[in-house]
Every structure is written in C-alpha cells, then in structure tokens.
C-alpha cells in the first residue's frame, strides 16, 4: 500500500477516471513551471530573447500537429497536380492549393509608394514592439532596486 502512494499519478489506478483536461493539466504542470522560470529570470536575460525562446519551444511542441498536416498538404498538391494536368480536372477556388501558392510565390507589390508604406509599417511595429520588451526589462530592474 505505502508503494502505491509513492508512484505518479499516470501509474495509479484511479489514473482511469481522471477526465482527458485532468489528465492534460497534470502533463502540461512541468512545462507551465519551465515557462514560468524562463519569465521570470533576472534582467541581463531580456524579454525578446524569452519571447523568442517560448515562440520556439512552442513550435517544437506544435511539430507533432503540423507534420501530419504538411504531409496532408503535400499529398493534396500533388494528388491536384496529376488530376490538372493529366485528367483535366479543374478544382474549385477554395480547394485550389496549386493556384494560391502559385499567387504567393508570385506576388510583388508593384507600387512603390504602398511597397515604402509596407517597410515604414512593419518597422513602426518592430520599434514599438523592442520599446515595450524594453520598457518590461527596466520596469522589472527599477522594481527589483526597489524591492530588494
């Protein structure tokens, strides 16, 4: 009886009646702590490093969903592939795969006031987006003088 106390949760026996988000939050609990101490780091570790970790720590626990789904999608463009070109078939615009990567790939702005809008854009939100992890970094040292 006292060995049974002792082993995890997932080898128990009333591990069969814990419902399936049981059974996620106690699996998720190492990874939430993980995240948790990478966040709260002290200050030479700034925020956009932590944001770019966590970004890919999540891509490498989304990998086993998103493999199976590239491998759909491979097959999909080329089961359309053989059915374009040598059966004639023609697929509708919302299951075009072929057509939108074709746009995609193909894409360029060709004006170049809106392609200068477009850079002015995206580096507004990149100046705003290193303020703000900045701002959370000093925040936190200003706080930590304070505190300790």
Known sequence: MHKTWNKPLHKRKMWQNVSS???LVYYMQPLVEHMFEIWMQPLPFPTLLKFAYSCGLFFFILLPIMYPLF???LYFGIFQYIGEQHFG???SENWDLLGTARHLWRFEVTN?????FVTMYIDRYRVI???????VDYMRMALSFVFS
């Open 21 to 23: 988000p049981g059974k």
């Open 71 to 73: 491998v759909l999608a």
């Open 89 to 91: 078939a023609v697929p």
């Open 112 to 116: 170049k006031k809106y392609l200068l």
């Open 129 to 135: 987006i290193t303020a703000i992890s900045s701002t």
